[in-house]
């Protein structure tokens, strides 16, 4: 495991500030690269009752990204939809590692939930 000096605490926010981020678990049911990006895939995500386009910036950091299909995971739902790479990410995935320096793995559930499931 690398050595990674933990950042500081970012300053204090209310419960109410948490509770504006709705993120939920999704299974990832197709990973495809952009031709026209060096670090994007798009993910094709299952919320349940919904289906999203999520963007991810994952392609430089891993060898084969088709690797995390039929994976849950957490991803933030209700951030404002972004276009990169000339489309549209209609969420975040919340990943662990990237602002640290590290290859970031996902942040998973620890046993199987039904996709939609809030967290919090």
């Known amino acids: 495991m690398p050595d990674v000096k933990p950042a500081p605490v970012r300053p204090a926010i209310s419960v109410a500030d948490v509770e504006k981020l709705d993120v939920r678990v999704g299974t990832i049911l197709l990973v495809e690269g952009l031709p026209h990006s060096a670090k994007l895939v798009r993910l094709r995500v299952d919320f349940g009752d919904h289906t999203r386009v999520i963007l991810a910036g994952m392609k430089a950091e891993r060898a084969n990204p088709r690797e995390i ?31 640290d320096g590290i290859t970031p793995v996902l942040a998973v559930p620890e046993k199987a939930v039904p996709n939609g499931v809030r967290v919090g």
């Open 69 to 99: 299909e039929g994976r849950q995971a957490l991803f933030v739902l209700n951030v404002e939809p972004k276009r990169m790479a000339g489309e549209v990410s209609e969420g975040m995935l919340f990943d662990i590692g990237y602002a």
